[in-house]
């Protein structure tokens, strides 16, 4: 179509990347509630917490991790906090800051989760594609990923100007 509009091919692409997202993030919001009674956000915090190896983290890395604001991720913590899954404790090194560290609750629930969550994430993904499929999935991932953080950087305007092999780039296979 061209005139900044997204020609048949590129739209189907996108509308399907869009709504393939939706999909997902419902079904894994619906499973995790259903399984666990976590939400994705505090599966997500959980899991960060718990792969930390003294199982605390600080709010920023945290936040960073997610990609949260830190009003949202504020007042998430603090609904954790109130459900025993999570404590704040003040920094040593910063008084400013806090860490947040993962309670034997909060340990006990991940781990009750973890083993469903993996399984619906088979179920609705990995069991249905193939290895090659799976590692296109991987690379599309780290390319887009790649580009929205140039972007959001300000080192480029242009998409393609983002991660190497995009427009103006060569690469050879190795």
Excluded at 97 to 117: F, K, S
Excluded at 147 to 168: F, I, W
Aim: aromatic residues 4%; proline residues 4%; hydrophobic residues 35%.
């Amino acid at each position: 179509m061209g005139d900044g509009w997204l020609d048949e091919r590129e739209q189907r692409a996108w509308r399907g990347l869009m709504a393939m997202q939706a999909d997902v993030t419902q079904y894994v919001e619906r499973t995790l509630r259903n399984r666990s009674g976590l939400s994705r956000a505090d599966y997500e915090v959980l899991v960060l917490l718990s792969e930390a190896p003294p199982e605390r983290l600080r709010a920023f890395e945290i936040g960073r991790a997610l990609r949260w604001e830190k009003s949202r991720l504020s007042q998430h913590l603090t609904r954790m906090e109130r459900r025993g899954l999570v404590r704040r404790e003040k920094c040593a090194s910063d008084q400013r800051g806090h860490h947040v560290v993962l309670t034997p609750h909060g340990r006990q629930v991940i781990e009750a989760a973890a083993g469903p969550h993996v399984a619906a994430v088979r179920a609705l993904l990995l069991d249905h594609v193939t290895p090659e499929q799976l590692d296109t999935i991987c690379e599309l991932a780290r390319l887009v990923r790649a580009r929205v953080e140039a972007l959001d950087d300000g080192r480029s305007d242009d998409p393609s100007d983002a991660v190497p092999g995009g427009a103006g780039h060569e690469e050879t296979a190795e």
